[in-house]
């Protein structure tokens, strides 16, 4: 089974010892805001970037061609 963005966000968090709020106050935004996206599952890529960072962890994202080739 494959997981949403969402899902991975809160194992991330889980496996840092972060709450959702804890991961809001770092972003600058609020608890209801991160938990109303989470629940949409719609993050733009940037955003993601920055809740890499938060978690100290790194974010990619890409497309792969049928012969291996990544961009």
Do not use: H, V, W
Not at 17 to 31: E, F, Q
Not at 56 to 69: A, K, P, Q
Request: hydrophobic share 35%; aromatic share 8%; proline share 1%.
């Amino acid at each position: 089974m494959k997981l949403t963005t969402s899902e991975k966000i809160k194992i991330l968090c889980n496996r840092q010892g972060k709450s959702i709020s804890d991961l809001a106050r770092t972003l600058g935004m609020s608890r209801q805001n991160l938990s109303n996206k989470l629940s949409r599952d719609n993050f733009p890529e940037a955003e993601l970037i920055e809740i890499a960072r938060a978690l100290n962890c790194s974010y990619e994202s890409y497309f792969i061609l049928e012969n291996g080739e990544k961009f």
